[in-house]
């Protein structure tokens, strides 16, 4: 089966300017994760939908967060503006049922 | 507060060694606990997942054993490999109504693995 699929891999910006990032889970997949990590971390939950409804954003920095999964399908998520210390890998992992997380491969984003 | 306390941070073995990796935990109600490897640039891959009855699960050279009353989880490695340099993170799910929400995760033990 495909995996979850992350683009774009990578993604330089100034401050200030936004971003967005785009998963694709994998089919059939109801739960979708959106986490941070920063270097020599483990990763941080930032939201979870249950097909397209959010039901745990409770760690999203919502002034400058956004997120959507329209359809429950694919999923973006958004930074506008963006802060220095936004700088990190952001991880999409989905999850048929809750147990076993399938993790893509990361945006690596870097703010200068 | 749930934690999960990961060691040592780092490790450097010689390729063909065994090592063995700590992970300490103070989730409550324990539901679950997942090692997970992560390749450098990559998205972390499950390797084991335990619950409460289970006290030891293999996958490969990969041995995890699991001590619900000490809360204490190890994941050994036999014969490494140079494909085995990667950091290993350890997740515990705290029990809630269903899903993988509750999450705690480790750290990571960054391993590397020298020929």
């Known amino acids: 089966e495909a995996g979850v699929v992350q683009s774009p891999r990578y993604k330089i910006i100034e401050k200030k300017q936004p971003v967005a990032f785009w998963c694709n889970p994998i089919s059939g997949h109801n739960t979708l994760y959106w986490y941070r990590q920063n270097l020599g971390q483990g990763p941080e939950l930032l939201i979870r939908y249950e097909n397209e409804e959010a039901v745990d954003d409770s760690q999203l920095p919502k002034d400058r967060f956004s997120a959507e999964r329209l359809k429950g399908v694919d999923s973006t998520l958004k930074i506008q503006p963006a802060e220095l210390g936004d700088s990190a890998v952001y991880l999409c992992?989905?999850?048929?049922?809750?147990?076993?997380?399938?993790f893509g491969n990361g945006t690596r984003l870097t703010v200068t | 507060k749930n934690q999960v306390e990961q060691s040592p941070q780092s490790l450097i073995i010689l390729e063909g060694k065994n090592c063995t990796l700590q992970?300490?935990?103070?989730?409550?109600?324990?539901?679950?606990l997942r090692w997970y490897k992560q390749d450098t640039g990559r998205g972390p891959v499950s390797l084991t997942i335990m619950t409460f009855s289970e006290n030891t699960k293999s996958n490969g050279r990969y041995t995890a054993t699991l001590d619900a009353d000490t809360k204490q989880s190890s994941l050994h490695i036999t014969a490494s490999q140079l494909s085995d340099s990667a950091s290993y993170i350890c997740v515990v799910s705290a029990r809630s109504g269903g899903g993988a929400d509750g999450l705690t995760f480790g750290k990571g033990t960054h391993l590397i693995i020298q020929p």
């Open positions: 992970c300490n935990y103070t989730v409550s109600p324990f539901s679950n």
């Open positions: 992992a989905s999850s048929p049922g809750g147990r076993v997380l399938h």
